[in-house]
């Protein structure tokens, strides 16, 4: 039987179940990798504790950043108080992907119903948080991808025609290879239901660096999680600089084959 799969381009609506009451107090992980964010960290913290979901709860999870964004963050921790902020440090830089498995592990380990992935530096909107978990609860999609892709969706205009045309074609090239109708499958900015993060099997995600996104969303399908895509426009980052390098882009080169054979044996 092929993977259930809610048709990217599905309107929430048209699935929609009305709300719980109480769904604002959903208990949901911001989980926010850091590395030398300082800058932006605590613009952040603060953005999403005024969000009217009192529910949420921000789990940074940092590589002893040398620019201090570990402390700095538990300083914000103790202020915001330990039930909705915590810090999780780690001994040094080994990518984005290790952050968010450890991240992710620990956020349902600590009873999140929901689990969302975060950029620390601005480029995923805080404001559409109520709306990715609202639509996750009406139409109980396991994954729910904020996405840069779908009609609606936009890129920042401080994007040269160069970085959105190579966006654009490393999301097609993973997507073709894995063929999916996924739209947006690198994205960061995703909203996991806690039962789908467990039937993944997060312990044994090997991406270390940005292929992390693919590898999830790709166990997601393949394991029949619903997967439904809400528009939203993402920013480039203002503060802080890129951690990018040449081995993580080889390895989102390589991965989508990878993932492929594997899945054939
Ligand atoms: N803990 C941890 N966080 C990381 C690591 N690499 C990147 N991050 C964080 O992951 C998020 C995304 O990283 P970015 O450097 O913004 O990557 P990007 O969004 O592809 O690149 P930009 O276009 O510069 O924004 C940010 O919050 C980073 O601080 C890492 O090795 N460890
Ligand atoms: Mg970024």
Known sequence: MPPKQIRPDATPAARAVALPDDWAATPLTVV?????E????????????????PGLRLLVVDDSSPDGTGDLAEEYAGRFGADRMAVLHRAGKEGLGRAYAAGMARA?????????????DGSHPVAKVPQLLGVALSTGAGVTIGSRYVQGGSLSEAWGAHRKLLSRWANAYAGTILGTRVRDITGGFNLWREDALRAIDLASVD??????????????????????????????????????NLMVQLESVAMPWRLRARSRH
């Open 38 to 53: 300082a800058g932006n960290l605590p613009g952040m913290a603060e953005a999403l504790m005024a969000l009217p979901l």
């Open 108 to 120: 349902v380990a600590d009873g999140a119903r929901y689990v969302l992935q975060m950029d620390a």
């Open 207 to 244: 991406s270390a660096g940005y292929s992390f996104q693919v590898e999830m969303k790709y166990r997601a399908l393949r394991r029949g999680q619903g997967i439904i895509e809400v528009p939203i426009h993402f920013e480039d980052r203002t503060v802080g600089e890129s951690k990018m």
């Open 32 to 36: 926010m990798p850091t590395y030398n």
